[in-house]
């Protein structure tokens, strides 16, 4: 099983807080992310799951941001709990045998049970610092810091830039506000 692939799942629901509130968005991010069968039978009950995981999903990734690796441990722990993993051996599409975390049930406990093991594989294989919120404000997306120097601070190229041109304009106007020229 990719872990990695699932966390991203969970980065994905934090941040479609927007298109998570109706039954099509959540068809559309199971689709995109290949989750085609899953997405044909998604139902209402999936959905009002789906919102309640996020909510608690994007506490993880706070207070990860704030560095408060006890907190995200606890919250990824009752996560746990609430959302045991039940694995089956698979094999299908020509694939050799594999893992999956869930099989069957409904899709709402499928994408919990994917997206919580998901980040508790990255904090316990990589580290709770590799989850973070992006720092160009307003923006609170999440991300994964997957680099191999930790230097991640945005959830993408456009917050970057973005961040890139405040921090110059900050310094070009910098000096003459505070040398007083
Ligand atoms: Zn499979
Ligand atoms: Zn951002």
């Known amino acids: 099983m990719d872990l990695t692939s ?3 799942l969970a980065v994905l629901l934090v941040n479609r807080r927007d298109d998570l509130k109706t039954l099509d968005g959540l068809r559309a991010l199971l689709a ?6 899953a997405a044909g039978r998604v139902t209402r009950r999936d959905l009002d799951h789906v919102i ?22 606890q919250r990824l ?3 746990l709990v609430r959302h045991p993993v039940h694995p089956q051996i698979a094999g299908h599409d020509g694939q050799p045998w594999h893992m999956h975390l869930t099989e069957g049930g409904r899709v709402g406990d499928t994408v919990a ?7 508790a594989g990255v904090v316990t294989g990589l580290g709770a610092d590799r989850l973070g919120i992006c720092q160009a404000a307003p923006c609170r997306n999440a991300y994964l810091d997957t680099s191999s120097n930790r230097s991640r601070r945005y959830c993408s190229e456009r917050c970057a830039s973005r961040a ?4 110059y304009r900050a310094r070009k106007r910098g000096p003459k506000a505070s040398d007083g020229q």
């Open 77 to 79: 722990n009752g996560l």
């Open 6 to 8: 699932y966390a991203e």
């Open 113 to 119: 049970v994917g997206s919580v093991m998901g980040l």
């Open 52 to 73: 309640e995981l996020r909510d608690e999903l994007t506490e993880v990734f706070e207070s990860a941001a704030e560095g408060d690796e006890e907190d995200v441990v």
């Open 32 to 37: 995109e992310t290949g989750r085609t069968e």
């Open 164 to 167: 890139n041109v405040a921090a």
